[in-house]
């Protein structure tokens, strides 16, 4: 005992930096664990072995897939998107904008189709063509959402929107969880520095006892891998509050600040993926587009019907019945093309009338703890052992440089 007294008090300083060395052990491998979960965007390397993409970008439509599960299943359904909108409004909303692109379509398609008829036309007889049409559009509009309404599900595919948002954008969907799980990356981070810097101790107790160079490796291996599984399970475990020893009381980090994630949760996805915009584009361009376009070809048909009543014999001779089925397919498809122009002005109301971002919130806080567990440990459950076991060999490759520099200060 005596000799090993000695030993301590001359080579102290060297033996003291052991529990700071696993500290930093445990700390450098959360960081990088954590970035190797979002970093790269894209692969980087030579495949299909010897290279690196972040977990969440290499998983992106299945993470995608599993986000928006929890939003359309639990959250929020594509009714409730939709419903909010009154026909109305929207319809006075874009009037102004949607005078200005209906009278370019007339007479975009009546010169396409009837050039000459169109051009010899007095400027007085087209203005009137043009306002008559002017006069019903906004009423078009307003049966086209009435009609969607009804059948929203049909022309409204909720989950493709997101998911095909979150594809394209692999750095929305690493920010999706990082914003939900900020402080929980955190104190991974932080715990790494705690947690390790309590097994250097007994590291180095270990190593002034017994100096065997294969304790330094292992106990670096084990700081690596002990470190990341317990700051994982201390995320997510216990969902309740639960007292341990008396002493303290612990519920997994991430449900004890449902408040807080949800109202971060759901400003981030009415702001960047649930919004007018997207929706008002998924309607019109998405892979149920073609039922939209339905609608309005029928809605386009009244109206041709309803202004040529008299005429439209005359009209189908001129131009022929399969011009005159082409001329109205044309019509609809440039309505189809402008709209989404003109819905933006439109983007203010629908903001203030969906008001996604609070049903959401408050949709959140009422998912019990399994179901919203599920919003962010995909990110971790996904190729989790690769995380665990990178911390266990860099913990590893520390401990055998630790090893060298204790024999050679220590000699």
Known sequence: MGAILDDFARHWPIYVSIPFVAALIGYVTKLVAIRMMFQPLEFVGVRPIFGWQGIVPKRAARMAGIACDTMTQQLIKPAEVIERLDAERVAKEIEKPLLAATEEIVRDVAGQYQSGLWESLPSGVQRLVVHRVQAEAPRMVGAVLDAIKHDVDSVFDLKDMVVTSLVKDKALLNRIFQEAGRKEFQFIARSGIVFGGLIGIVQMVAWVLFKVPLIMPLFGLFTGWFTDWLALKMIFHPKQPVRYFG?????????????????????????????????????????????????????????????????????????????????????????????????????????????????????????????????????????????????????????????????????
């Open 247 to 411: 002493l303290f009381e612990w519920q997994g980090l991430f449900l004890k600040r449902r408040a807080e994630v949800s109202e971060a949760y759901g400003e981030l996805i009415a702001k960047e993926i649930i919004t007018p915009r997207n929706v008002i584009e998924a309607v019109l361009r998405g892979p149920l587009s073609d039922k939209v376009l339905g609608m309005i070809q029928r809605q386009v048909d009244e109206e041709l019907s309803r202004q040529t009543s008299v005429a439209k014999p005359l009209v189908v001779m001129a131009v022929g019945s399969r011009r005159y089925q082409e001329m109205k397919v044309v019509i609809a498809e440039k309505i189809m093309d402008r709209l989404p122009e003109t819905m933006r002005y439109l983007e203010d109301y629908a903001e203030d009338a969906m008001d996604i971002r609070n049903l959401l919130v408050r949709k959140m806080k009422e998912l019990d703890a399994e179901e919203f567990e599920g919003l962010l440990r995909p990110a971790f459950q996904q190729d989790e052992w690769i995380l665990i076991a990178t911390g266990a060999v860099l913990g590893f490759a520390v401990g055998e440089l630790q090893v060298l520099v204790l024999e050679h200060f220590a000699a």
